[in-house]
């Protein structure tokens, strides 16, 4: 009598509790793409610009195959070695790419920098589509308007970034590719983080960069923290083995986004060495 009435008891809790998960689950299907595109982490303000560390920049504007207006910044070297199409994260917008920009100024690379739709002063929507649109407008800028040599551009791509250059990689044939901080793909990650949620049937993202990373024809470097807290640094290795020759891997250490500022000189001459290498 009492077991029945326990039983019965558990039952609506039973039920809530059901219900609540899959409220969960509609909840994370509908707004994946909100946790994945933090432009506003830690602000979508451009607080400040290039020449707060004394480097000369030309703001542009690129407009995308659908008709959305990107913001970003062309900074010219003065004896350039190539050209750096830098493809940021998923958090943040260009102002905060500061220090990548004046260590490639320093290593003697002009750079493009650009926001995707919905980060900083850029129109839209974030999307994994809308990305490769973005990336695809600011490489036809390059070639385009400035007439550069696709073998002269190195695509760079950080964290959510490298899945960007990666793709891009794909379709065009740069000069040199680097992979820095990136993930295998967007369900890998998320069955890691989540691992009590059936990620992989819910994830209407993609961003599927060991599977892409086989058809890049360039020179490609792999740069990835063994203490990276938040892409595990197994991530890197397999994208390093999913690559083609000719390809190398750095390792860094310190955190996922300031491995690169804790590596110092050893990161520059790394990146030197690989691009005066890769790049002609």
């Known amino acids: 009598m009492h077991g029945r009435m326990a ?27 909100r946790l ?3 432009p506003n982490l830690p602000s979508r303000a451009v607080e400040r610009s ?60 002009s750079t493009l920098i650009f926001d995707y739709r919905g980060y900083g002063r850029s129109q839209g929507r974030p999307s994994e589509a809308g990305t490769y649109l973005d990336v695809e407008a600011a490489w036809r800028y390059l070639t385009r308007e400035r007439f550069i040599a696709p073998s002269r551009i190195i695509l760079f791509g950080r964290s959510l970034g490298a899945a960007v250059a990666v793709h891009q990689a794909v379709i065009h044939s740069p000069g040199a590719l680097i992979v820095e901080s990136g993930f295998t793909s967007v369900p890998d990650i998320g069955a890691e983080l989540y691992p009590f949620l059936p990620v992989r049937l819910l ?29 595990p640094f197994r991530h890197g290795r397999a994208l390093y083995a999913a690559a083609n020759e000719p390809k190398q891997f750095l390792e860094l250490r310190g955190g996922h986004n300031d491995g690169f500022l804790q590596a110092g000189e050893a990161y520059t001459q790394a990146l030197a060495n690989f691009l005066s290498a890769s790049v002609k």
Do not use: K
């Open 203 to 231: 994830s209407r993202l993609d961003y599927n960069v060991q599977e892409q990373l086989p058809r890049v024809s360039c020179p490609v470097l792999v740069v990835h923290s063994r203490d990276d807290e938040i892409i």
């Open 50 to 109: 290039p020449s707060a560390l004394g480097l000369i920049y030309e703001p542009i504007e690129l407009v995308t195959s659908d008709e959305i207006h990107l913001d970003g910044w062309f900074l010219p070297a003065l004896e350039e070695r190539g050209v750096i199409l830098f493809c940021h994260g998923n958090a943040g917008n260009i102002s905060h790419r500061l220090d990548s920009l004046f260590l490639f100024h320093r290593m003697g690379y």
């Open 36 to 38: 994945l595109f933090q």
């Open 7 to 33: 039983m019965n008891g558990l039952t609506p809790l039973l039920l809530m509790a059901v219900l609540g998960y899959a409220l969960f689950l509609v909840f994370l299907y509908f707004y994946q793409g």
